[in-house]
């Protein structure tokens, strides 16, 4: 089993920072990918950004050159700078994980989320 746990969230002004981060614990051999996502009230979850293996990064249009992903691997970590926050930047944001999980004999594919961070950008 792999939990995953998102931290970092709060209530910032507009024009302010914030860093998330997704600690990945648990029977993980390797991380595949780290993707976030946020929900608004009455919204769809949507991707953020995501990250793979090779490094690869991908930016949803509203975030890009405001936020970067990133991620620790010897950490099973991730992170989502965000800069420039807006308004509607306020979301509930989870992380995603695929992971190659450990079995006891052999290793398969998985993908956990974690309980969500609430992200509040007012003044």
């Known amino acids: 089993q792999v939990q995953v746990v998102e931290s970092g969230g709060g209530l910032v002004q507009p024009g302010g920072s914030l860093r998330l981060s997704c600690d990945a614990t648990?029977?993980?051999?390797?991380?595949?990918?780290v993707g976030w996502y946020r929900q608004a009230p009455g919204k769809s979850r949507d991707l953020v950004a995501a990250?793979?293996?090779?490094?690869?990064?991908h930016y949803a249009d509203s975030v890009k050159g405001r936020f970067t992903i990133s991620r620790d691997n010897a950490k099973n970590t991730g992170y989502l700078q965000m800069n420039n926050l807006k308004p509607e930047d306020t979301a509930v944001y989870y992380c995603?994980?695929?992971?190659?999980?450990?079995?006891?004999?052999?290793?398969?594919?998985?993908?956990?989320w974690g309980q969500g961070t609430q992200v509040t950008v007012s003044s």
């Open positions: 648990g029977n993980i051999h390797s991380i595949n990918a």
């Open positions: 995603n994980v695929e992971v190659m999980e450990f079995r006891g004999s052999y290793y398969s594919p998985s993908d956990y």
């Open positions: 990250i793979t293996s090779g490094d690869t990064t």
